[in-house]
C-alpha cells in the first residue's frame, strides 16, 4: 500500500478461521530483489505475536522489485503462504550531479539517471530542490520537474551559492535525493568608470561586486566593443586589481 526507496508497507485480508482458530499472527516472506532470484526465504516482516494485517518490510534495496508471500499462524502452526505479490521500491538516488554551465542568474545542472534491478519500476521524472542561496536555508524550493536528466534553472540571485539535490520518481514513488551539490554564480561588477585619459593610454577602474554569500571575486575581464564586435582587451581572470591602463589605442578612435 505505500512504498519508499528502501521499505514497503503490505496490507492483506485476514485469513480464515481453521476449525475454529483464528489466526494468532502473520509472517511475511520475501526474496532479495535481483532478476531470477524466486527463493523467497527471508523473513522481511515477523507479526507472528500481532494479528494486524499490515506491515513494513524495511531494509529493502532502493530500485529492485522484490517477491513477497504472506503465511498466518495460529495455535496450529503456520498454514499455507499467500500468492505472489511483486512490488518495487522506489528509484534510488541520481548521482553525479553536476554544473554545466553557469551565469551570474542561472545554471545548467545534470546528473546521470540511477539503475533499476530486473523488472523494477524505471525513474519516469526527476524533481530538482535548491534552497535560497542564503546559508542555512532548506533545500526545499522545486527548481525543475520532468524526464530529462538536464535543467536550466533561472532568476537566481548573482553572488549566492545555491545547494541543489535532485530525486527520481517512478511507479514506486519518489525515491531517494542525491548527495548536495552546492555552485555560486558571479555577482556582476558595477561598470568600469574611466578616470584618466589622453589622446592614448586610457585608464579604466571600476569596483568589487557585492555578494550575498561566501562567493570571492577571483578576476576581472575587461571587452572592446566596435560595430557590435567584442574583442578581449584585458584579461585579469587571476587578478583583483580594480583598475587597468590600454596603451594601445589609437588617437581618435
Do not use: C, K
Not at 80 to 88: A, I, K
Not at 175 to 185: C, D, H, I, K, T
Not at 225 to 245: A, I, K, P
Amino acid at each position: 500500500i505505500h512504498q519508499t526507496a528502501t521499505t514497503v508497507t503490505l496490507q492483506w485480508a485476514p485469513a480464515a478461521a481453521d476449525s475454529g482458530l483464528l489466526p494468532s499472527g502473520y509472517i511475511v516472506y520475501r526474496n532479495d530483489g535481483l532478476p531470477g532470484s524466486y527463493s523467497m526465504d527471508m523473513v522481511g516482516y515477523d507479526g507472528s505475536s500481532s494479528a494486524s494485517t499490515s506491515g513494513t518490510i524495511s531494509g529493502l534495496v532502493a530500485g529492485r522489485e522484490y517477491s513477497f508471500v504472506v503465511g498466518a499462524l495460529n495455535a496450529a502452526g503456520e498454514g499455507d503462504v499467500s500468492d505472489v505479490l511483486r512490488q518495487s521500491t522506489a528509484p534510488a538516488a541520481p548521482t553525479l550531479l553536476q554544473s554545466v554551465s553557469q551565469t551570474s542568474t542561472s545554471i545548467t545542472l545534470s546528473w546521470v539517471a540511477p539503475i533499476a534491478s530486473g523488472g523494477a519500476a524505471q525513474a519516469s521524472e526527476y524533481i530538482l530542490y535548491r534552497d535560497t542561496g542564503i546559508e542555512g536555508s532548506s533545500i526545499s524550493i522545486v527548481a525543475y520537474r520532468g524526464a530529462s536528466t538536464f535543467a536550466n534553472i533561472l532568476d537566481l540571485v548573482g553572488g549566492r551559492v545555491y545547494s541543489f539535490v535532485v530525486s527520481a520518481v517512478s511507479t514506486a514513488g519518489e525515491g531517494a535525493r542525491s548527495e548536495v551539490f552546492s555552485q555560486g554564480g558571479s555577482a556582476v561588477p558595477l561598470p568600469p568608470v574611466q578616470f584618466h585619459q589622453t589622446q592614448s593610454p586610457i585608464s579604466l577602474a571600476w569596483s568589487e561586486p557585492e555578494t550575498e554569500s561566501r562567493i570571492v571575486t577571483t578576476g576581472y575581464r575587461i571587452y572592446g566593443v566596435e560595430n557590435s564586435m567584442r574583442t578581449l582587451l584585458y584579461d585579469g581572470t587571476d587578478s583583483t586589481t580594480l583598475e587597468w591602463t590600454n596603451y594601445g589605442l589609437r588617437s581618435g578612435t
